[in-house]
């Protein structure tokens, strides 16, 4: 069995890679729910949602998040009405979170919703929410934000939920510290340990180190699970020459101190993870990596490229001896 720790893009992109050349039964998704939010009344959990509609081929591929064929209606009628419509649901994703809001209200927990909608999409891996409580990431601003008409303005030092920071600014505002309210609290998901302790491999796949993968880490028991299996443990870097493919993590490790680098992320994943792949860009730094303690492996990881999907599921099971 193997299980992987994820996000959202990058990890969807792996999950995919890896059932490219492994059945779907032997697989589990251990995913961040730092992201989540209540908006309408509703509950939202965007990469729950990015990782099963990426699996079921049913994503935008324009945006990378949202459903293929979608339409606005709803949205449009929020803006006539002047509602809160910075966070875009599109008509059929209203549906997903119209039916998991519902199954929540009957008193199903997160991680039954998930299998339901899962296996709804007619697929067949094991998606588990890292936990059912209430976990939100929160972001806080390193400098004033100043007026915009869609926004109050902020201060520095105000903080702000993940959302407010990725969606509603683009995450162009720079960020002085993240945290995970609720973290003490919650519980590991239904599963979530057992499938860490009885994983032959766990993979964490190449997501944001500070908003993807910290806030699954934040679950107590999680991060002592990892550590203790740190020898099945692979990590793919998300970091690829300095830079991230798109969004703010390699922005967001600078800011918060962290080397934005290969080597920034070896240094953050080094307490549970034994081997990190770094893409062949980084070439130069794999004996700096080993140094750390860690083995490293050099490969292609541009999943959007031709064939390199697959070639990386492989290289990541060549750890597993399987
Ligand atoms: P989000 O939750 O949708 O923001 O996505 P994730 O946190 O799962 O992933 C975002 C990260 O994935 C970014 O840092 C990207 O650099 C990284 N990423 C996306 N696609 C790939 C890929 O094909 N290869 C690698 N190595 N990293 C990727
Ligand atoms: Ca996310």
Redesign the pocket.
């Known amino acids: 069995m193997i299980t992987v720790i994820a996000?959202?893009?990058?990890?969807a992109?792996m999950l995919r890679a890896l059932l490219q050349v492994i059945d779907s039964s032997e697989v589990t998704a251990i995913v961040n729910v730092g992201?989540d939010l209540e908006l309408h009344g509703l509950r939202i959990s965007p990469?729950l949602d990015?990782v099963t509609y990426t699996l079921a081929d049913a994503i935008n591929p324009e945006t990378g998040w949202g459903l293929v064929n979608e339409s606005w209606q709803a949205r449009s009628m929020l803006e006539q009405y002047g509602g809160v419509s910075w966070f875009g649901l599109g008509d059929r994703d209203l549906g997903t979170h119209l039916y998991r809001t519902h199954r929540i209200s009957e008193g199903a927990d997160l991680t039954t919703v998930t299998a339901e909608i899962v296996s709804a999409w007619g697929l067949g891996l094991n998606v588990l929410p890292a936990t059912c409580d209430r976990l939100r990431t929160m972001v806080t601003l390193a400098s004033d934000d100043p007026s915009n008409d869609h926004f109050k303005s902020l201060t520095a030092g105000s903080e702000i939920s993940f959302q407010e920071y990725f969606v509603q600014r683009h995450h162009s505002v720079p960020v002085s510290a993240v945290r995970f309210d609720g973290a003490e609290s919650c519980q590991p998901g239904p599963g979530v340990i057992d499938a860490i302790n009885d994983a032959d491999l766990i993979v964490i796949?190449?997501?944001?180190p500070i908003v993807?993968i910290a806030p699954v880490l934040a679950v107590p028991g999680i991060r002592d699970a990892l550590i203790n299996r740190r020898n099945v443990v692979t990590a793919?870097?998300?970091i690829?020459a300095g830079a991230?493919?798109?969004?703010p993590?390699d922005r967001m490790m600078s800011e918060l101190g962290h080397d934005a680098s290969v080597l920034g992320v070896a240094a953050l994943y080094k307490d549970f993870v034994s081997t990190l792949i770094i893409?062949s860009k980084d070439s130069r730094q794999k004996k700096a990596i080993q140094d750390l303690g860690l083995r490293c492996v050099v490969t292609e990881?541009?999943?959007?490229k031709p064939g390199v999907s697959e070639s990386l599921a492989l290289t990541v099971l060549a750890g597993a001896n399987l």
Do not use: H, Q
Request: net charge negative; no cysteine.
């Open positions: 996000g959202g893009v990058g990890a992109r992201d990469d990015t796949a190449p997501s944001n993807s793919v870097s998300p690829i991230a493919l798109k969004g993590a893409d990881t541009v999943m959007s």
